[in-house]
């Protein structure tokens, strides 16, 4: 899922709008950020499995990031640095680290929902779950379709965005979303992991820098 925590971080936008909402982009995304970078640091892994072709579902071994309890140590310093950094909010820093929290927190819920059961509970021997959606693609994909519009019909109505950044916005977010079901059903196999872990790296932190100048707040905001 790539789309839809993008979604998610637009919708979380609409709660606190004196944040970037791209803030709480890069808060939803950061898990895969990371884990990409842990790839290619080989502190974590990923594989190709011989059905991907058809599938286009690779293999994760993730605890570092995407084990329940590592996403809420991820989700608690989220918060600690979101308290840290907007502390000329005064008694409003808790609201807004509770959100960027809860953006980090919500990759994990998302990727539980749609991952096969590979997602360890505490440790990489622990249990591991996740529903599986993805084995019914296009239920998948309208659910991430879905959240895409809903994230999209919170944030850009009363956004103080200038109506070219709205646009792009807008256009950015529905282009990641073309991405996505391209991504789960017709793309081929990539050439190798080490490209694939530094392509999606370098294309998330793409996107995060894209939609951070995109939302912006105008000045005095």
């Known amino acids: 899922m790539f789309a839809g925590h993008m979604g ?17 982009i890069a808060a939803g995304l950061l898990l895969d950020m990371l884990l990409w970078l842990f790839v290619l640091l080989g502190w974590e892994s990923v594989a190709l499995p011989a059905d991907f072709a058809r599938t286009h579902q690779a293999e994760f071994v993730f605890p570092y990031l995407h084990g329940l309890l590592a996403a809420m ?37 998302l990727d539980a929902l749609v991952h096969r059961p590979e997602m360890p509970l505490v440790g990489a021997d622990s249990a591991k779950v996740g529903v599986g959606l993805w084995q019914h693609m296009p239920a998948a994909l309208a659910v991430e379709a879905a959240i895409v519009v809903l994230g999209l019909c919170l944030f ?14 807008t256009a950015l977010t529905l282009v990641l979303l073309v991405f996505t079901i391209v991504g789960m059903t017709m793309a081929p196999p990539p050439p190798s992991l ?11 932190l793409s996107v995060c820098a894209l939609a951070g100048w995109l939302a912006r707040p105008p000045r005095g905001e």
Do not use: D, T
């Open 156 to 169: 850009i109505p009363g956004c103080r965005l200038s109506r070219g950044k709205r646009m792009a916005l």
């Open 73 to 109: 140590g991820w989700s608690a310093l989220g918060a600690a640095v979101a308290f840290v950094w907007y502390g000329r909010l005064g008694p409003s820093k808790m609201r807004v680290a509770a959100l960027v929290a809860a953006a980090v927190f919500s990759h994990w819920l």
């Open 8 to 24: 998610v971080g637009l919708a979380l936008g609409r709660a606190e709008r004196r944040v970037n909402a791209g803030v709480f």
């Open 194 to 204: 080490r490209v694939m872990a530094a392509s999606s790296w370098a294309v998330l």
